[in-house]
C-alpha cells in the first residue's frame, strides 16, 4: 500500500505542541509533478546536444491536501509549516524503492474553513537536495 506522509515530532513547536509524534497521511488525489534540468544547445538543421544540469538535476514537487480534519489537527499542521519556513522536513512518499523519505520545504499552504471545528488544508511541497 502506498504511503504518503508526514511526521510532526514531539515538540516540534515553541508551546511544546505536539505531546507525541504526530503523523499526518496526505489524503487521496495527492499529486506529483516531475522533471530534469537540461541544458541544450541547438545547432540550426534541428541538430542538438542536451546535458544535464548539476548533480541532482530532478525537480520534483507534491500537491498535498489534508481535508476536512479537525480544526486542532490543522492548527498543528499550519504552526508546524510556519515553524519549519525556510527549513526542510522529512516527507515519506512510496516509489519504486518502496518508503522512502525525501526532503521537502513548504513555501506556503492554503487553510479552508469548511465548517465549524472541521477545516482543510492544501500545499505544494518541493523537493529539495541538502
Not at 524503492?97 to 492544501?122: F, M, P, Q, W
Request: aromatic share 12%; glycine share 8%.
Amino acid at each position: 500500500m502506498a504511503v504518503f506522509q508526514l511526521t510532526v515530532p514531539q515538540d516540534a513547536i515553541s508551546s511544546g505542541d505536539p505531546a507525541a509524534a504526530t503523523t499526518f497521511i496526505a489524503d487521496r488525489g495527492f499529486g506529483r509533478q516531475s522533471s530534469h534540468r537540461v541544458l541544450t544547445a541547438n545547432f540550426g538543421d534541428g541538430y542538438e546536444q542536451r546535458v544535464l544540469d548539476g548533480i541532482n538535476t530532478k525537480e520534483e514537487t507534491f500537491n498535498v491536501a489534508f481535508n476536512n480534519r479537525t480544526a486542532s489537527s490543522i492548527n498543528l499542521l499550519a504552526a508546524y509549516f510556519d515553524v519549519q519556513a525556510g527549513k526542510n522536513f522529512t516527507f515519506t512518499v512510496t516509489d519504486n524503492a518502496g518508503d522512502t523519505g525525501i526532503k521537502v520545504v513548504c513555501e506556503s499552504y492554503n487553510i479552508a474553513y469548511t465548517r465549524e471545528g472541521i477545516h482543510s488544508l492544501t500545499t505544494t511541497f518541493r523537493r529539495v537536495y541538502e
